[in-house]
């Protein structure tokens, strides 16, 4: 969807590196989600954000940290990156208010930490 | 831990066959819905039911859902080679600040 937006598309970096990826949105929506996707194990979201001062924890935010720049940014940085941060991680956004929880995808970054 | 759970894992169809895909999930919730997501690409959002309803169509796509069985199945009649993808079944809770969970996926080929 190219109303969200993801950069950089494909990194490429070493362990100890640290790294941060943008999302940029022209939806207007309040909330903003991390998730990373591996190869049988779906999508897990790693952190949230329901408006520009409220951050949360996902369901595996270690060893991850984010920044809610203004409404439309929202950056997702590794620390220290180890190779088992090695996947594809998708931003997304939404509106609930229309009264439903209904999410819009970037196109993803995929990351590999050698 | 994620909330929905797809049945089959893979499924592999002729093209003009139907797919039905399943989802069973364990808390109540206020919606559930389905991505589709091509191979390496954002999902895409396909079909949201409400939890007060049983069926909703939207043109090749037929959902239903059965609370009582915390369940859900997905319906892609007349499916093209186009059809092929991932597909995932969301859950959205019920409860303040509630946010989707998201199953593992099925796998879906269609044969041309």
């Known amino acids: 969807d190219a109303d969200v937006t993801q950069t950089p598309r494909n990194r490429i970096t070493k362990t100890g590196k640290r790294i941060m990826l943008e999302c940029s949105q022209t939806k207007g929506h309040d909330r903003m989600y991390w998730y990373r996707q591996d190869p049988g194990l779906g999508l897990r979201l790693i952190y949230y954000s329901f408006d520009v001062k409220d951050i949360n924890k996902g369901e595996i935010s270690d060893g991850y940290s984010v920044s809610r720049q203004a409404q439309a940014k929202f950056s997702l940085s590794l620390e220290s990156a180890i190779p088992n941060q090695t996947a594809l991680y998708f931003c997304?956004?939404?509106?609930?208010?229309?009264?439903?929880?209904?999410?819009?995808f970037g196109p993803g970054t995929r990351l590999l930490v050698l | 831990s994620q909330q929905g759970e797809e049945d089959p894992q893979a499924l592999s169809i002729q093209e003009g066959e139907n797919a039905t895909m399943n989802c069973s999930y364990k808390?109540?919730?206020?919606?559930l819905q389905w991505y589709r997501q091509n191979s390496g690409r954002g999902l895409v959002h396909l079909i949201l039911i409400r939890s007060n309803e049983r069926e909703k169509h939207s043109g090749r796509l037929r959902v239903t859902l059965d609370t009582s069985k915390k369940s859900s199945s997905l319906l892609i009649t007349a499916s093209r080679a186009a059809d092929t993808a991932s597909y995932f079944c969301?859950?959205?809770?019920?409860?303040?600040?509630?946010?989707?969970?998201f199953g593992k996926g099925i796998t879906l080929s269609v044969r041309p």
């Open positions: 808390t109540s919730i206020n919606n």
């Open positions: 997304a956004t939404s509106d609930l208010g229309t009264g439903q929880e209904t999410q819009y």
């Open positions: 969301a859950t959205d809770s019920t409860g303040a600040n509630s946010k989707l969970t």
